[in-house]
């Protein structure tokens, strides 16, 4: 399997464009996870998807970030307009969910972010 | 309210010797309790997890944690630190019928040679 898959690894934009991160999950798994991660607020959860459906979208930061789950295999988080503070990495996760909450997330790669 | 809190923001050991890093856990159920390692640059790793069966549970690269429920703690151990080590550990936890993961801040192990 070839994990979590991420693109692009880095991004660099100026501020005020849009920028789109996409993330292919794993391969029969039906939740999947939007992570932020910088030095100060260290990693923080944006948002979940079980089967394609958005759950938890509290920790987006607010109406700039949007993120869509069109099908099992395949998500994007998108930026619009970017600004400097939106620069860190972004990691996007999946998992097996069961009704237990036994089910471990396995982590992409990432997506560095910078946004000047 | 369900929380975890890693004890310690940075642990520094010399090669070869014991690895400790602390975590602990509040909640009104039965957690899991996993630990996941991030080395520089990279994403998340699953290390080990506690899902309700043996207390001790064995990991990865000699890495093992033990769930004392008495002292509401998950801490991982490995008995000798290699170099390869270094890198920065997240106890997380999940909790009944919750999909999502709570994390920890996390832990820097710094190993010197």
């Known amino acids: 399997d070839a994990g979590v898959i991420q693109s692009p690894r880095h991004e660099v934009t100026e501020m005020g464009q849009e920028v789109t991160l996409r993330c292919k999950p794993i391969?029969?798994?039906?939740?999947l996870f939007w992570y932020r991660q910088t030095m100060m607020r260290g990693l923080e959860l944006l948002i979940y998807?079980?089967?394609?459906?958005?759950?938890?979208d509290s920790g987006m930061p607010e109406d700039r970030f949007s993120a869509k789950m069109p099908n099992a295999s395949f998500s994007t988080l998108k930026i619009q307009p970017s600004e400097p503070r939106d620069s860190a990495v972004y990691f996007c996760?999946?998992?097996?969910?069961?009704?237990?909450?036994?089910?471990?997330?396995?982590f992409g790669p990432g997506t560095r972010l910078t946004v000047t | 309210a369900q929380s975890v809190t890693q004890l310690d923001s940075h642990v520094s050991v010399s090669e070869g010797t014991p690895v400790l890093l602390r975590c602990n856990y509040s909640?009104?159920?039965?957690?899991?309790l996993f630990w996941y390692v991030q080395h520089p640059n990279k994403g998340l790793q699953l290390l080990l997890k506690?899902?309700?069966?043996?207390?001790l549970v064995k990991g990865i690269n000699g890495f093992e944690a033990e769930f004392k429920k008495s002292e509401t703690s998950f801490h991982l151990t490995k008995p000798s630190a290699h170099m390869s080590d270094a890198a920065e550990y997240f106890c997380?936890?999940?909790?009944?019928?919750?999909?999502?993961?709570?994390f920890g801040t996390g832990t820097r192990l710094t190993v010197i040679p």
């Open positions: 997380v936890v999940s909790f009944p019928g919750a999909n999502n993961l709570f």
């Open positions: 391969s029969g798994h039906n939740s």
């Open positions: 506690y899902t309700s069966a043996a207390t």
């Open positions: 998807f079980n089967n394609n459906v958005p759950i938890d």
């Open positions: 909640s009104s159920y039965s957690p899991s």
């Open positions: 996760a999946s998992s097996l969910a069961t009704t237990t909450g036994e089910s471990e997330q396995y």
